[in-house]
């Protein structure tokens, strides 16, 4: 089964730093491009980055280019988002998922929150 | 960056009845390759996006055939033929032809 779990969101204050971690399985994923989507609460979905399979191509919407790192780690078939100079703005359901020229697979997601 | 525009963004509808949405984009969504990056998800109330159908017209594994996308250029449309309980929630288009990567602002589907 292919799947996608999400952890690292937590509470954090205007300025800090987290780091988020997405486990892949069942799938190749190793071939795959990965994503990063974050939902507001009450609000849309945002695409916030994305990266190639060898991690050699990296995108950023522009509201995090500079603060946030997308990276990956296909030995242990994960992906990560380094989220750094947090702002409130980023409040938001962050959820991983696979990239086929859209995102196809989605995990449950994990809620950062920033706020002091 | 392109903008994706959906109407209506509130979609009251009756059981049994069909129902269609509308999605533009500011640009043009055919790649280099020929192929046209216009894809749609439902979000079901509590859950996460689910994609439904792919590259305009594409139905996912698993999607009802009521569920249905056509469109070129920069005109989309998903339509349902027959609304059933399950399919309430919201719908998005999303264009990943040109970066960066953007949804339309959803459409909520209720009865």
């Known amino acids: 089964e292919v799947q996608l779990v999400e952890s690292g969101g937590d509470l954090v204050q205007p300025g800090g730093s987290l780091r988020l971690s997405c486990a892949a399985s069942?799938?190749?994923?190793?071939?795959?491009?990965m994503t990063w989507v974050r939902q507001a609460p009450g609000r849309g979905l945002e695409w916030v980055a994305n990266i190639k399979e060898d991690g050699s191509e990296k995108h950023y919407v522009d509201s995090v280019k500079g603060r946030f790192t997308i990276s990956r780690d296909n030995a242990k078939n994960s992906v990560n988002l380094q989220m750094n100079s947090l702002r409130a703005e980023d409040t938001a359901v962050y959820y991983c998922?696979?990239?086929?020229?859209?995102?196809?697979?989605w995990g449950r997601g994990t809620l950062v929150t920033v706020s002091s | 960056d392109v903008v994706m525009t959906q109407s209506p963004l509130s979609l009251p509808v009756s059981l049994g009845q069909p129902a269609s949405i509308s999605c533009r984009s500011s640009?043009?969504?055919?790649?280099?390759?020929?192929?046209?990056?216009l894809h749609w998800f439902q979000q079901r109330p509590g859950q996460s996006p689910r994609r439904l159908i792919y590259r305009v017209s594409k139905r996912d594994s698993g999607v009802p055939d009521r569920f249905s996308g056509s469109g070129s250029g920069t005109d989309f449309t998903l339509k349902i033929s027959r609304v059933e309980a399950e399919d309430i929630g919201i719908y998005y288009c999303m264009q990943g032809t040109h970066w960066p990567l953007t949804f339309g602002q959803g459409t909520k589907l209720d009865i």
């Open positions: 640009q043009s969504l055919v790649d280099s390759d020929g192929d046209t990056y």
């Open positions: 069942g799938f190749s994923f190793s071939t795959t491009w």
């Open positions: 998922t696979r990239y086929a020229r859209s995102p196809d697979v």
